[in-house]
């Protein structure tokens, strides 16, 4: 799981937007509409970044299709302190440019 999580927040070139999609869940679960508005994305951006975070394991979707709340799965529960790790690698890189 650390592996994938360097990987889909730190390394690929969409890690910063799902860096801001982790810590906007991370404050409370929101449905994709509710993470575009919170952060200013569109609306088919975050979709993709959701979908990404699902199809590696970091997020779960709960309830129906559109209005679903997205929440952490219980494997990145278990490794919080790698999120946290590789959050705060991220945002010094961010901090540097």
């Known amino acids: 799981m650390e592996g994938v999580l360097w990987y889909v927040l730190a390394s690929s070139r969409g890690g910063p937007s799902r860096v801001r999609i982790v810590r906007?869940?991370?404050d409370r679960p929101r449905n994709a509409n509710q993470l575009a508005e919170a952060l200013d994305l569109d609306y088919t951006t975050v979709r993709h970044h959701l979908d990404v975070l699902m199809?590696?394991?970091v997020l779960r979707r709960s309830g129906d299709e559109?209005?679903?709340?997205?929440?952490?799965?219980?494997?990145v529960r278990d490794h919080w302190d790698t999120v946290e790790v590789v959050l705060d690698a991220v945002d010094g890189e961010d901090a540097d440019a």
């Open 24 to 26: 906007s869940i991370d």
């Open 66 to 75: 559109y209005g679903a709340v997205y929440l952490f799965t219980d494997q």
């Open 55 to 57: 199809d590696n394991n």
